[in-house]
């Protein structure tokens, strides 16, 4: 809402422009991912690794610079989703890996098995120079990570009946929203 009137009956607002909210995708994000797995589904990201303060393996992205994360339990370690990034612990060719994903970087979450989730779409370069200058202060770079617990991906028993299914017959693509 941009209007400073009180639509409640009270009148004006306390200094006339409302207090600017921060962005609601972090909460969105954390939302369907809980959803995901409460419903026993894998969540993916699709993340933008050309945007600024996102670590990820170069050699996984497609041609338009992105990258599809398994964020599961059972994909990665230390996994930490805060209001400004998601960071975790994954393995990418056997080599345990550090992610940095900003969350304006983030372009969609949703579940592998369905396609059902949610796509974000919109310019968030305000959030991209606010965030960017943050991290500023502290260097980000990928590195290898040890861990004294291997990680391990669970594939589910489905995954070669689906494979079988691939021809296009009885399986439904991504069923994503765009929120701007």
Do not use: H
């Given at each position: 809402?941009?209007?400073?009137?009180?639509?409640?009956?009270?009148?004006?607002?306390?200094?006339?422009?409302?207090?600017?909210?921060?962005?609601?995708?972090?909460?969105l994000?954390?939302?369907?991912?809980?959803?995901?797995?409460?419903?026993?589904?894998?969540?993916?990201?699709?993340?933008?690794?050309t945007?600024?303060?996102?670590?990820?393996?170069?050699?996984?992205?497609?041609?338009?610079?992105?990258i599809?994360?398994?964020?599961?339990?059972?994909?990665?370690?230390e996994?930490?989703?805060?209001?400004e990034?998601?960071?975790?612990?994954?393995?990418?060719?056997?080599?345990?890996?550090?992610?940095?994903?900003?969350?304006?970087?983030?372009?969609?979450?949703?579940?592998?098995?369905?396609?059902?989730?949610?796509?974000?779409?919109?310019?968030?370069?305000?959030?991209?120079?606010?965030?960017?200058?943050?991290?500023?202060?502290?260097?980000v770079?990928?590195?290898?990570?040890?861990?004294?617990?291997?990680?391990t991906?669970?594939?589910?028993?489905?995954?070669?009946?689906?494979?079988?299914?691939?021809n296009?017959?009885?399986?439904?693509?991504?069923?994503?929203?765009?929120?701007?």
């Amino acid at each position: 809402m941009t209007s400073s009137k009180n639509t409640t009956g009270g009148g004006e607002s306390g200094g006339g422009d409302l207090p600017a909210m921060t962005s609601s995708q972090p909460y969105l994000i954390r939302a369907i991912y809980e959803w995901i797995v409460d419903n026993n589904l894998t969540p993916y990201v699709m993340v933008d690794a050309t945007r600024k303060g996102t670590v990820v393996p170069e050699d996984y992205l497609d041609a338009e610079g992105r990258i599809i994360l398994n964020i599961s339990q059972t994909a990665t370690s230390e996994l930490i989703m805060s209001n400004e990034e998601i960071t975790f612990n994954a393995r990418f060719s056997g080599q345990a890996i550090g992610i940095c994903v900003p969350i304006y970087s983030v372009k969609a979450i949703y579940a592998r098995e369905n396609g059902q989730g949610m796509m974000f779409d919109g310019d968030s370069t305000k959030e991209e120079e606010a965030s960017t200058s943050k991290m500023a202060k502290k260097p980000v770079a990928l590195e290898s990570v040890s861990n004294d617990r291997p990680i391990t991906v669970a594939e589910s028993p489905e995954k070669d009946d689906k494979k079988k299914q691939s021809n296009g017959k009885g399986r439904k693509g991504p069923n994503l929203k765009v929120i701007k």
